[in-house]
């Protein structure tokens, strides 16, 4: 927001990724995604044909997030889901535009704050696929 990329953590997330429209997540905001109660159908565990699992190893991470759908309505209770953190990364692709989330975390908050080691995102694909948000992913870009 400081930057002038987003103007409220109560936009919905259809005001940067319009394809959900359809599905009903206008009702969701940003905040619900920040606040993991999204109400989207995901489960977090580890079950190896469940959709967690799928999105560790997609290589269309994108093409994952925009199927899923929601289950109850945002706000209503908090879950635990990557799947949150992902669309966030998402969102935040898709306003930096040219810039890659790993080159806006490093000037925004690994310099910023003195970090001595390196840090990494996991991508979905090589050499320029969607930095993966909810965790340290296999595939890393390393950033300095």
Request: charged share 25%; net charge negative.
């Amino acid at each position: 927001m400081d930057d002038g990329l987003i103007r409220s953590v109560q936009q919905p997330v259809t005001d940067f990724i319009p394809e959900l429209a359809p599905q009903g997540f206008a009702a969701v905001s940003l905040e619900d995604l920040l606040q993991m109660t999204s109400g989207i159908d995901y489960t977090e565990n580890d079950f190896p044909l469940g959709e967690h699992v799928r999105l560790h190893y997609t290589d269309r991470l994108e093409d994952r997030l925009l199927q899923l759908t929601r289950e109850e309505p945002a706000g209503t209770r908090f879950e635990y889901r990557s799947s949150d953190a992902l669309r966030l990364g998402l969102i935040l692709q898709r306003v930096l535009g040219e810039t890659t989330i790993t080159q806006y975390t490093q000037a925004r908050a690994w310099s910023p704050l003195g970090m001595e080691a390196n840090g990494s995102w996991g991508t979905d694909y090589a050499p320029d696929g969607l930095e993966k948000t909810a965790c340290r992913y296999a595939g890393a870009r390393p950033f300095p």
